[in-house]
């Protein structure tokens, strides 16, 4: 992995360390349990790395606990942990990923990368304690109305939600006004022309 994510501007040698074994342990395991499309092995910095790493600049400063729901190959949740032991220390990650050996590259890539301050839950988000979490991110989990129930459990009040959406967010955001109300950000995705990041705020059942 380059030094710099550009989207983030530089990050250390050692964080750029720990994201290159991570994606060392994702081809590794990759072909036993399918955590990313193969065809996307090629461009693994952009398309997943940086994809995720974006994120993490609409986190707000004094945010203190992350989950990340649906994890699968740690996108973006695990690359925010790593991010975060660097630039936000005091920011605890939660990963929530119901397959289990999903969970247990999760747990493995952890313990061999040294980023303690990542919690991984290996259960069903409907099921999970709630978290109340200050920022909530999903990448290719759900429709937005579906994320907006999963947010209304495991959001704290005053809470953000990140989530990437591709070229028909639009029509996603029309569906979910049907049943609430929020305050939404769109920020063009920095890795696909066609995409955006929707940072939602002050998320209520209409
Ligand atoms: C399409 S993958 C996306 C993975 C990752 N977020 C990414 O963008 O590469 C969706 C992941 O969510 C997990 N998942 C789906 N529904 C879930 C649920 N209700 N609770 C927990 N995990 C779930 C699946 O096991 C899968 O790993």
């Known amino acids: 992995m380059s030094g710099s994510l550009q989207v983030l501007g530089?990050?250390?040698?050692?964080?750029?360390?720990?994201?290159?074994a991570y994606a060392a342990l994702l081809r590794k395991w990759n072909p036993a349990i399918n955590l990313v499309a193969r065809s996307t092995l090629d461009d693994l910095e952009t398309?997943?790395?940086?994809?995720?790493?974006?994120?993490?600049?609409?986190?707000?400063?004094?945010?203190?606990?992350?989950?990340?729901?649906?994890?699968?190959?740690?996108?973006?949740?695990?690359?925010?942990?790593?991010?975060?032991?660097?630039?936000?220390?005091?920011?605890?990650?939660?990963l929530i990923e119901s397959d289990q050996r999903k969970a247990a590259f999760l747990r493995t890539v952890c313990r061999d990368?040294?980023?303690?301050?990542?919690?991984?839950i290996d259960s069903r988000i409907e099921s999970a304690k709630p978290q109340g979490?200050?920022?909530?991110?999903?990448r290719a989990l759900a429709p937005l109305p579906r994320l907006l129930d999963y947010a209304d459990r495991h959001l704290a009040p005053g809470g953000v939600a990140l989530f990437p959406k591709g070229a028909r967010f639009a029509e996603e955001l029309d569906a979910a006004l049907a049943s609430w109300r929020f305050d939404v950000q769109n920020h063009p995705s920095k890795t696909d022309p066609q995409a955006v990041v929707l940072k939602l705020g002050g998320i209520a059942r209409v």
Request: one cysteine or more; charged letters at 20%; proline letters at 4%.
């Open 133 to 138: 979490a200050d920022v909530l991110s999903a």
């Open 113 to 120: 990368l040294g980023v303690a301050a990542t919690n991984v």
């Open 10 to 20: 530089d990050v250390s040698r050692e964080t750029s360390e720990r994201l290159s």
């Open 47 to 94: 398309r997943h790395f940086k994809d995720s790493a974006q994120l993490f600049g609409l986190c707000p400063t004094d945010a203190r606990h992350w989950v990340d729901l649906g994890s699968g190959g740690g996108f973006p949740g695990l690359v925010i942990a790593i991010l975060a032991r660097e630039l936000a220390p005091d920011l605890h990650v939660t």
